[in-house]
């Protein structure tokens, strides 16, 4: 799959978005699937992923909604930011987050876990 890393509005948020293509090794139903994560952005180190700043959603065709998971309340993944390249923009680290679906097909998983997930990605705009 791949990562894509966006600024939201200029602000200091940034926006994750792990997409991972139908077919690949973690899908088994055939259906895209893109993780989203959001950290108030301050430089390396770690950040908190809660129920508010962590999703996945499972898309077939690209465009329709299969299944929508979330960061159970109470719960918390982690993102570790543990490169920086303000002139390039760069950015790469790790994370893991767990999930439980609230509404998609019943023979989706209840829920996922994410451990040792690596990211490299470039900041847009």
Do not use: C, W
Not at 29 to 40: H, P, Y
Not at 51 to 69: I, N, Q
Request: no cysteine.
């Amino acid at each position: 799959g791949t990562m894509e890393i966006q600024n939201a509005d200029g602000t200091d948020t940034l926006i994750f978005r792990g997409i991972g293509r139908p077919g690949d090794y973690h899908d088994f139903f055939g259906d895209a699937e893109v993780l989203v994560m959001k950290v108030n952005f301050s430089g390396p180190g770690p950040y908190v992923i809660t129920t508010r700043t962590g999703a996945l959603y499972t898309l077939l065709g690209g465009d329709m909604m299969t299944s929508e998971y979330k960061v159970p309340a109470g719960a918390v993944g982690k993102l570790v930011i543990s490169a920086y390249d303000p002139e390039e923009k760069t950015l790469e680290g790790s994370f893991e987050v767990f999930l439980e679906q609230i509404h998609g097909l019943p023979e989706r998983p209840d829920t996922l876990r994410s451990r040792d997930g690596l990211f490299r990605g470039r900041i847009t705009e």
